[in-house]
């Protein structure tokens, strides 16, 4: 899958949008527009899913809704292999990217559909929109600039914002309409803000040049006619595989999750062996491959904590923090707004702090601060449930000090996993390296959302003391592992 990597001419110069190509313009409104929608119905999915039939609510268990949010989440990371394939090899980054949008704003119209299935239906959409949209956006994105341009990364710190901004933003605006008034109408606004991304997109398209105009790597003639009967085959293997288990009335909530979670992790593995026995790898590429599984490892751990964030803290912040202010109850969705405000915030500190201390402080070693706090916060969260026990309500400030220590967990390891990840790529799997780093947050929250069903069978305290406790172990084990795996990478810091 390409990602960043420029293959046609960047797009006109003229007006410009913060001294960059005025096609940056276009591409952050439509990732803001995009994260607005994906942000907003995340905040209120569980809460929607574990509300009671009375509450216009699915009355599912809390431990079948963070089941079903953490496949959710899998299956978004996991489509953007494909969909770097599909716009590689067949229409390219920029169609991609449109139709990418449409499927996702139907998928979000359909879940604004107040019946029982209509949420399921929905989320399938958009998970087969973001594959579409989410990787070959950033793919036109670099398209704008030559490889070696000074600007190239404060154009992608700048498309960086959008997603923060969008994530901000919208569980303010989905939230108060889906706790307050209604659930679906929380998805329509959803829906409506993927809408207004599409049409800018649309207009804005003179801007784009002829980024993400054609086929990287284009499939003609017979190989086109291959893949595409190979893709049907395998739909037409899954409508009649599910139709089989919908008739054996095994059809259900739990059957799909745990298949789609066992897919993610045999997926992750088949493509770890595709790279690692490829013949014409040189013996340094294979070094490297060797220390980035450690790091994927390490990543995977991460967002398996991290990524509950809206599934298993959404449901402590509805049930047992104190929401009112003067008189005002606010929608607990509203703190999902408080992780991207601190990532605005943080990033460039840690930027600064990672340019001043250079490669004194290794990678591996990164990744390991990320998981020890990570698992700090989750120490701090069993304290926070050990005060709610009995029925107390507690301050949502222990839930904002836990994202922020969180924050500053992911901005120690992801944006240095994702520079570690085009370091260590092998020279014939550059592009694909980048879809591999996704599927590390798919393996996390496919197995977190596996994870997170004990949440609803412990106590909250030995939940999260336990997880807390087992990142915190495994962050010291990297440490103690960090000069192998340093050795392993040849050379990168």
């Known amino acids: 899958m390409a990602h960043d990597v420029p293959v046609e001419r960047p797009a006109p110069t003229g ?3 913060f001294g960059h190509p005025r096609a940056l313009a ?5 990732e803001m527009w995009e994260r607005f929608s994906f942000y907003g119905m995340r905040a209120i999915l569980v809460l929607y899913l574990t509300a009671e039939a009375a509450d216009d609510g699915l009355g599912l268990s809390e431990s079948s809704a963070n089941a079903v949010y953490g496949t959710y989440n899998a299956m978004v990371y996991l489509m953007a292999l ?6 590689d090899r067949l229409i390219g980054a920029r169609r991609s990217v449109l139709w990418g949008g449409v499927v996702i704003a139907a998928g979000h119209y359909v879940m604004a559909v107040p019946t029982r299935w209509s949420v399921f239906a929905g989320m ?7 594959g579409l949209l989410k990787p070959n956006i950033s793919t036109m994105v670099g398209a704008l600039y030559d490889r070696d341009s000074p600007r190239r990364d404060a154009g992608f710190s700048i498309f960086y914002m959008g997603i923060n901004l969008g994530a901000f933003i ?12 209604n659930w679906h109408l929380g998805f329509a606004v959803a829906a409506v803000g993927m809408t207004f991304g599409v049409i800018q997109y649309v207009l804005g398209r003179r801007n784009l040049g002829d980024a993400g105009d054609r086929p990287a790597d284009p499939l003609l003639g ?11 085959v395998v739909v037409a293997v899954l409508v009649v595989l599910v139709a089989a288990l919908a008739l054996a ?5 739990n059957t799909v999750v745990n298949t789609l979670t066992a897919v993610t992790v045999l997926v992750t593995i088949g493509y770890f062996a595709r790279i690692m026995t490829d013949r014409e790898l040189s013996a340094t590429e294979r070094s490297r491959m060797k220390a980035y599984l450690w790091l994927f490892v390490f990543a995977a751990a991460f967002w398996l904590i991290y990524d509950q964030a809206g599934s298993v803290l959404n449901i402590f912040a509805a049930e047992h923090t104190d929401r009112d202010v003067a008189g005002f109850t606010f929608p607990a969705s509203w703190l999902q707004s408080v992780n991207p405000i ?8 840690f930027a600064l702090l990672w340019l001043r201390v250079g490669n004194r402080v290794s990678t591996p070693v990164k990744f390991a601060v990320g998981l020890v706090l990570n698992g700090l916060s989750f120490v701090l969260m069993a304290a926070a449930a050990q005060a709610a026990v009995g029925g107390d309500l507690v301050s949502p400030w222990w839930l904002v000090a836990v994202f922020a220590i969180q924050v500053a967990g992911e901005l120690s390891l992801s944006p240095v996993g994702l520079s570690a990840t085009t370091k260590l790529a092998p020279v014939k799997y550059a592009s694909q390296m980048l879809g591999l780093w996704f599927l590390a947050t798919a393996v996390g929250d496919a197995i977190g959302g596996q994870v997170a069903r004990l949440a609803d069978a412990w106590s909250e305290s030995t939940y999260f003391l336990t997880f807390g406790l087992a990142s915190v172990a495994f962050g010291l084990g990297a440490v103690m592992f960090a000069r192998h795996i340093r050795a392993l990478m040849a050379g990168i810091h």
């Open 26 to 30: 276009t591409l952050f409104l439509t």
């Open 222 to 232: 017979a190989d086109r006619r291959r893949a595409l009967t190979r893709a049907g």
């Open 170 to 181: 919208a569980p303010l605006i989905t939230g108060f309409l889906g706790e307050k008034i």
């Open 249 to 253: 009335g095994l059809f259900t909530i």
């Open 82 to 87: 494909p969909g770097g394939w599909v716009a």
């Open 15 to 17: 007006r410009t949008f």
């Open 342 to 349: 601190l990532v605005i915030i943080g990033a460039p500190l």
């Open 124 to 130: 399938t959409l958009i998970v087969l929109g973001t």
